[in-house]
């Protein structure tokens, strides 16, 4: 006859506080190396001016820059697992904090320029849209937008009447993105 163990969930609250003495598991050591080895890999495809903004012990970065610099791929794949080594006393999450608000900053303005070529594009065959755009932003120059609304419609026109293989001018298009650009 064997004696059944309680299952985890069974045992009381006061054996709860147990488990978080004990070390960690081997995976989950491995695990965490295995990251900071991925965040090391990242580092290394960074720019030198972006890895000068990062909290890195100079250390750290002379082996992040080593790394860029080898060709061969067996010597640069030592030198990354070397980054990674390095990276076990990095301060990881302060790294991983700025490498996603670069990551997610340019998705933001990414979506900005997106959202005013959209309005770009409305204004110009849209005249309520100009009236949305000035409930929006009362203090605008109602008059400077609407004479490059006006020239980027005429453009528009005459590279509707180009012939095949002719270039299409672009200047007006730009300067009426640059002046919503300037807007926002």
Known sequence: ???????????????????DDRPPSKSQVKREMHALLDLGKE???????????????????????????????????????????????????????QLDVWKNGSREATAAMHRLETLRDRLLVDDDALTELLQDHPGADVQHLRAVIRAARKEAQANAALQQGQDPQRKQYRALFQALKDLA
């Open 1 to 19: 006859m064997h004696a059944e163990f309680p299952h985890e969930s069974d045992l009381p609250d006061e054996f709860e506080d147990e488990d």
């Open 43 to 97: 580092l290394v495809e960074l720019s030198p001016e972006r890895l000068k903004q990062l909290p890195l012990a100079e250390r750290l970065y002379e082996a992040i820059r080593q790394a860029q610099r080898i060709t061969s791929h067996g010597g640069r794949r030592r030198q990354v697992h070397f980054v990674g080594k390095l990276m076990r006393n990095a301060p990881a999450e302060e790294i991983r904090a």
